[in-house]
């Protein structure tokens, strides 16, 4: 299908090129502008809906305000192709989130148009005062904005940073993407009307000049005269919770009038105080039919077909691992009414939607707040209540002091089920699951699992269900299966036990995690080799089955260790217990395989998983070469 006709946007190569296009060619450039992404995520798939919402606000911002000086930073970065569009990418912008092409996200590496990385929630508005105060300090004057959604203001971190700035009187314009929940929503001509002429400098002039006044007058009367004032104009704007934090509202306004944005955002690019909140209502996936009558609103698609929505999705047979949890976690709350489900904005992502409409009163979406949502399901588990946690890898960093304090410390048994554990592909290193072998693995208490297949992680939902003596932890990846036979429901396992799938000798390949079907693979490549490989499956990091271990090294030339988690994880784990035991100042030759010790670009994820040496032909090489045997010999001895 032919490219979309964009003439207007063909002529703008930086946003310096909008400050002589007149309204009109504005508002036709965000046609465009919307059209190009549209086309270019129907190719790369990507976040489509948000960006769609904030096609007009980008213009109107880079119309208004003089970036890079100035600083735009959005939170996430889901909204931010348009923006990669306008800011010198657009060649490259139907590389987005491929190997070797633009992120995702916002990146500093990637363009001085990006001045703060994004990828998790709710940092906007702390990194925006931070460079607010630094231009403070250094004495430049200039404007700084952030972007940030109504389902991230949902986090703790957001309302923080605005106490802090309030506080502060900061010089700091935040703009509240209003996209779902709308807080006051707009109300027509007279709104807009009313938002223009608050943030204009007529009337914050005039604020300023009875604001000066009053303060000279006796207390009572000063505080009357603030309270009425602050009164009278949330009643027609709203805002007073923005207000209570120190900033000035305005709003909200229609994030899809392109001439009320730029009013308004002229207004406060003038104003020489702050800090300014501006609310702006969108329509996630705005001038996209099939996003718009979307229940997510295309939040996340892959490659799709631009005439009619249809998403190309890749065919398995075998079920995903987020759907196996959440079918195994529904059998164990048929079973037991005490079990309940905890998610933190990703009911969808976690498979618990299905969860829901089982049992709608035993499932919690505390919104993009996993500090909280850690806690709250400590608070249950004192009362007997069983809580799954269902928290992607990447996100339960967030609440790793409420891990230790609040659950571990306590040894309450919060269950926790960690979705996107390893590497995520398109994503990148924002979003990888690397850490949380090593960050679990070290509080006192927790029981850590990996499943290494889909019947395993069913076998592993049963056994956090009955296990009361304190937090435990299951980890799977994304993606797909090995299309095993899955059990009706899971089988409780014995804590601490691993499992045998292959006796062999010389060779040890002990695996903790989805690895297992290539550690399978590589076992049966090195029997072509002439090698009869042991194979063993770990299932817990913690506590490990020493016992086993122990055997495998006694009886064994050569240990190898596979996981999908960094440094300080499974292969740590099992080096400090041969270490304490002597088992490595003898004949035995160990070798950790893990996921390499630094931030890995996005790719598919097969690509990462073999660059990283964590595929069959890795793990074969690593074993060869860890036994002396010439790699490329021994290829040409098994072909001939």
């Known amino acids: 299908m032919d490219k979309p006709q964009t003439p207007l946007l063909d002529t703008v190569s930086t946003p310096a090129d909008l400050k002589s296009l007149s309204r009109e060619e504005l508002r036709q450039l965000a046609d465009e502008l919307r059209s190009e992404v549209i086309d270019a995520v129907s190719v790369t798939g990507g976040h489509l809906g948000a960006g769609l919402g904030v096609v007009e606000l980008t213009v109107a911002l880079h119309a208004t305000f003089d970036t890079p000086d100035d600083r735009l930073i959005w939170d996430v970065g889901h909204q931010a192709y348009p923006h990669k569009v306008l800011t010198g990418r657009r060649d490259r912008i139907r590389t987005l989130r491929q190997k070797d092409g633009l992120s995702g996200f916002t990146r500093r590496a990637e363009s001085e148009y990006d001045p703060f990385g994004a990828g998790h929630s709710s940092t906007s508005i702390s990194a925006g005062l931070g460079m607010a105060v630094a231009s403070d300090l250094k004495g430049e004057k200039r404007n700084v904005i952030a972007v940030i959604g109504d389902g991230a203001m949902s986090a703790g971190m957001a309302y923080e940073a605005m106490n802090n700035a309030g506080a502060m009187d900061a010089r700091l314009i935040v703009i509240l993407n209003d996209n779902d929940m709308s807080i006051a929503p707009p109300t027509g001509a007279m709104r807009s009307y009313l938002a223009k002429l608050v943030s204009g400098p007529v009337y914050r002039g005039f604020r300023d000049t009875a604001k000066s006044i009053t303060e000279k007058m006796p207390k009572l009367i000063h505080e009357t005269a603030r309270k009425t004032e602050e009164f009278a104009r949330s009643f027609f704007t709203g805002g007073t919770l923005f207000e209570e934090l120190g900033f000035f509202y305005v709003g909200p306004i229609d994030g899809h009038n392109l001439n009320d944005l730029l009013d308004v955002l002229q207004n406060v690019r003038d104003a020489e105080s702050g800090p300014i909140l501006i609310h702006v209502v969108t329509k996630k996936g705005k001038g996209y039919g099939p996003a718009e009558n979307s229940a997510d609103k295309y939040h996340g698609v892959n490659k799709f077909n631009v005439i009619t929505g249809a998403q190309a999705k890749p065919q398995s047979n075998a079920p995903s691992y987020t759907s196996v949890f959440a079918g195994s976690l529904i059998e164990e709350a048929k079973a037991d009414e005490r079990v309940v489900a905890v998610t933190a904005a990703m009911p969808n992502g976690t498979g618990l939607d299905k969860f829901a409409e089982l049992f709608p009163t035993r499932i919690f979406d505390v919104g993009i707040a996993e500090q909280h949502a850690v806690t709250f399901a400590a608070g249950m588990a004192t009362e007997g209540l069983k809580p799954f946690c269902a928290i992607y890898s990447t996100f339960l960093q967030r609440a790793y002091d409420q891990v230790i304090h609040d659950v571990a410390v306590q040894g309450l048994p919060v269950r926790f089920a960690i979705d996107r554990a390893g590497y995520v592909g398109a994503d990148g290193p924002t979003h990888a699951g690397n850490y949380d072998a090593a960050y679990l693995g070290a509080i006192p208490g927790m029981v850590v699992m990996a499943a290494g297949d889909e019947a395993e992680l069913r076998h ?51 695996n903790f995690g989805t690895r297992l079907g290539e550690v399978i693979a590589a076992g049966e490549k090195l029997m072509a080799y002439g090698l009869n490989p042991t194979i063993a499956d770990m299932r817990f990091l913690k506590p490990l089955d020493e016992k086993l271990l122990a055997r495998l090294a006694k009886e064994h030339e050569v240990l190898i260790t596979i996981e999908e988690g960094g440094i300080g994880g499974f292969g740590s784990h099992v080096a400090t217990f041969l270490a304490s035991l002597g088992l490595l100042d003898g004949k035995l030759k160990f070798r950790p395989l893990m996921i390499p010790d630094l931030f890995t670009e996005q790719a598919g994820v097969n690509d990462m998983y073999a ?3 964590l595929d069959r032909a890795g793990i074969v090489a690593t074993t060869l070469t860890t036994l002396g045997i010439d790699t490329a010999a021994a290829q040409r001895t098994t072909k001939a």
Do not use: H, N, W
Request: net charge positive.
């Open 460 to 510: 592993m939902v049963a056994t956090a269900a009955a296990y009361d003596e304190g937090p435990i932890a299951f980890r799977y990846p994304r993606g797909d299966g090995l299309g095993v036979e899955l059990p009706p429901r899971g089988t409780v396992l014995e804590i601490g036990k691993g499992r045998i799938l292959r006796e062999g000798k010389s060779v040890a390949l002990v």
């Open 611 to 613: 660059v990283a040496g």
